[in-house]
């Protein structure tokens, strides 16, 4: 009877853990992490939210010159925050610069965060930025 009980609280246990474990996902698989791309535009709107914050922003497509909006993936809200980034630094109509790793799939302009700025006020951020 212990050993049945004790096999169910394992079994139980392992339920509970892997959708977190299988929720997050290496960059890697959606991202060149050894390319660069710059984008320059405004800014359509910042999901400022966890697992993942979001900028969008219309900016031309460099190969066709079209323009698009673009998907750029940042850091969750709570390391965000910890750097002072809150969900009112950015807004909409604000021109950013970007830089960052390109995605996989091209035709779905999305790109990993390294770098924005923001010429206007010369607000900016970077991977070097300590959380």
Not at 47 to 61: G, I, Q, T, W
Request: aromatic share 8%; no cysteine.
């Amino acid at each position: 009877m212990k050993a049945t009980f004790a096999a169910l609280i394992l079994a139980a246990g392992m339920i509970v853990m892997v959708p977190p474990a299988l929720a997050h996902h290496s960059v890697s698989g959606d991202y060149f992490m050894d390319q660069r791309e710059t984008v320059e535009g405004d800014l359509v709107q910042f999901l400022y939210r966890n697992p993942h914050s979001f900028v969008e922003l219309k900016a031309k497509d460099p190969r066709t010159g079209e323009m698009v909006t673009w998907s750029v993936e940042w850091n969750g809200a709570g390391r965000l925050g910890r750097v002072g980034i809150v969900a009112e630094t950015l807004k909409p109509g604000d021109h950013v610069i970007i830089t960052g790793q390109p995605g996989r799939t091209t035709d779905e302009h999305r790109m990993h965060m390294l770098e924005i700025k923001r010429p206007a006020d010369g607000w900016k951020w970077d991977r070097a930025t300590r959380y």
